[in-house]
Nanobody, 123 residues
Framework: QVQLVESGGGLVQPEGSLTLSCTSSRPTFKYYAVGWFRQAPGKEREEVSCIGASDGFTYYANSVKGRFTISRDDAKNVVKLQMDSLSPDDTAVYYC????????????????WGQGTQVTVSS
């Protein structure tokens, strides 16, 4: 299992931007598809986006399509989530995991969730 650490969250105004990072110290990181999930207060955790291991495949939930961009740099062992045009509905704790990343959605490889990174969108 590859342990991942999320960072980059913070407070941002509506229509603002933020970039989250998901990093690992394991050299095997590049062999895994990675996904982002989020959980807002009082709501269930939901999928956000994922990126394949080596094929460049990406998936976005409808709620973020056109606003969020996922990318990876395997030389630096990092997957980034660029978030633009943020709205208060995007307020949540964001988590990353190794996943199965498919056209129909994302399945986490583990139920062991890290601390995540808090994103708050507010004026």
């Amino acid at each position: 299992q590859v342990q991942l650490v999320e960072s980059g969250g913070g407070l941002v105004q509506p229509e603002g931007s933020l970039t989250l990072s998901c990093t690992s110290s394991r050299p095997t990181f590049k062999y895994y598809a990675v996904g982002w999930f989020r959980q807002a207060p009082g709501k269930e955790r939901e999928e956000v986006s994922c990126i394949g291991a080596s094929d460049g495949f990406t998936y976005y939930a409808n709620s973020v399509k056109g606003r969020f961009t996922i990318s990876r740099d395997d030389a630096k062992n990092v997957v980034k989530l660029q978030m633009d045009s943020l709205s208060p509905d995007d307020t949540a704790v964001y988590y990353c995991q190794t996943v199965t990343c498919a056209a129909w959605g994302i399945v986490s490889d583990s139920d062991d969730w890290g601390q995540g990174t808090q994103v708050t969108v507010s004026s």
